[in-house]
T-cell receptor
Framework: EDQVTQSPEALRLQEGESSSLNCSYT??????LFWYRQDPGKGPEFLFT???AGEEKEKERLKATLTKKESFLHITAPKPEDSATYLC???????????FGKGTTLSVSS | NAGVTQTPKFQVLKTGQSMTLQCAQD?????MYWYRQDPGMGLRLIYY???????DKGEVPNGYNVSRLNKREFSLRLESAAPSQTSVYFC?????????????FGQGTRLTVV
């Protein structure tokens, strides 16, 4: 069964305190892994796509990495505006839809 | 460029009432999706349409029907609403039939069934 598990469920950081979010997945033949950001009351906003183990993508203070079993979203020197829920998703085995994890809610205080 | 537009944004229904959630995209995407998001459950796929003229069930299709009206529009219908259908509903679209590019989401419809 295709499955995505994210940890931790919630993470509180001080401004400037770097950390990582984890996304572990089980899917036969990974076709793609996606990271989204979701602000309260809004729809998910696309951040990154990773396709193969060893791949890395960066955007401002965020860096996503991928292994054969998990992905990490590294947040370097976060700011309060980075506070959001971060969602991880993989393409299902049929290649027809995204399977989402439950998300990690990040709170960054100044 | 509006992207994915959902209407209405908020709705309150009584048990047994029916309604249709509307979704339209202006990115010329082939595939469209309906998800529901519940606390502690994450986003779950209700139905999807890989291309105009086709629809398929997702993880939680019971109690819902869909129509892919044309390439731009994909609607979700609740024939007889139940309190268990209280949720936030998101429509999404992606460029390709076989999903390997990112999906773009609408802003959501917040539905309460009393």
């Amino acid at each position: 069964e295709d499955q995505v598990t994210q940890s931790p469920e919630a993470l509180r950081l001080q401004e400037g305190e770097s950390s990582s979010l984890n996304c572990s997945y089980t899917v036969s033949g990974l076709r793609g892994l996606f990271w989204y950001r979701q602000d309260p009351g809004k729809g998910p906003e696309f951040l990154f796509t990773l396709y193969s183990a060893g791949e890395e993508k960066e955007k401002e203070r965020l860096k996503a990495t991928l292994t054969k079993k998990e992905s990490f979203l590294h947040i370097t020197a976060p700011k309060p505006e980075d506070s959001a829920t971060y969602l991880c998703a993989v393409i299902n085995q049929a290649g027809t839809a995204l399977i989402f994890g439950k998300g990690t809610t990040l709170s960054v205080s100044s | 460029n509006a992207g994915v537009t959902q209407t209405p944004k908020f709705q309150v229904l009584k048990t047994g009432q029916s309604m249709t959630l509307q979704c339209a995209q202006d990115m010329n995407h082939n595939s469209m999706y309906w998800y529901r998001q519940d606390p502690g459950m994450g986003l779950r796929l209700i139905y999807y349409s890989a291309s105009e003229g086709t629809t398929d069930k997702g993880e939680v299709p019971n109690g819902y029907n869909v129509s892919r009206l044309n390439k731009r529009e994909f609607s979700l219908r609740l024939e007889s609403a139940a309190p268990s259908q209280t949720s936030v509903y998101f429509c999404a679209s992606s460029a390709r039939q076989k999903l390997n590019t990112e999906a773009f989401f609408g802003q959501g419809t917040r539905l309460t069934v009393v």
